[in-house]
């Protein structure tokens, strides 16, 4: 089934089911959650003078691998000038970063997806859908955020070329194979966002 289309009058909306719409909350939730432990959470929703005035922020690129391409060096070439950078931009996109995983787990919420007492816990019959309708802006946080997510998969897959998704979808383990096809999932769902934009 396409996840997006567009509508007749305007607007663009998917449908999901439960496990699909849980699945994009949890991988978004987990972006969330990563770049919050690299600045926390008060520095994710940066005061806009601060965050402008590069009050405080990181001037050290991250340890982590997925935080590292999430947020690159701007001048791989020369560490002070990335440094500086850094210093007073990494705010302001890490906040951007989690607003825009939040508005989709904000736009699936809205869309009927709910959870029991446990965060894990799916409520709902398996039959249910999860029924998506986004404005421009929701679109916008929806690309960057599927492409957020699909990068940091990506870094874990150790995917960098067709040549490396292909490998890894051929791997015999069977937790790296189930990751490959929630890769390649995300890569269609963001396919058909942008086909429903045409």
Avoid: C
């Avoid at 990494?90 to 919420?109: C, D, F, P, Q």
């Avoid at 809205?110 to 986004?134: A, S």
């Avoid at 679109?139 to 150790?158: E, K, N």
């Amino acid at each position: 089934m396409k996840p997006f289309k567009k509508r007749r009058r305007g607007g663009i909306s998917a449908t999901f089911e439960i496990g699909e719409a849980h699945l994009l909350a949890n991988l978004a939730g987990q972006v969330v959650e990563l770049l919050r432990d690299r600045n926390g959470a008060e520095e994710s929703d940066a005061d806009p003078l601060a965050a402008q005035l590069g009050m405080g922020g990181p001037s050290l690129p991250p340890e982590d691998p997925v935080l590292q391409r999430l947020l690159p060096d701007a001048y791989r070439d020369d560490p002070d000038d990335a440094g500086e950078f850094r210093r007073f931009t990494e705010r302001s996109l890490t906040s951007a970063k989690v607003l825009n995983a939040e508005t989709l787990i904000g736009s699936l919420v809205d869309g009927g997806l709910t959870f029991g007492e446990l965060p894990d816990e799916l409520t709902g019959d398996e039959g249910d859908r999860v029924e998506v309708e986004l404005d421009a802006g929701e679109v916008q946080a929806w690309l960057r955020a599927l492409t957020d997510v699909r990068l940091s998969l990506a870094v874990r897959l150790g995917i960098e070329t067709d040549d490396d998704a292909f490998h890894v979808a051929q791997s015999e383990d069977a937790a790296i194979a189930a990751m490959s096809d929630i890769f390649d999932w995300l890569g269609y769902v963001q396919e058909t966002l942008v086909s429903a934009l045409d």
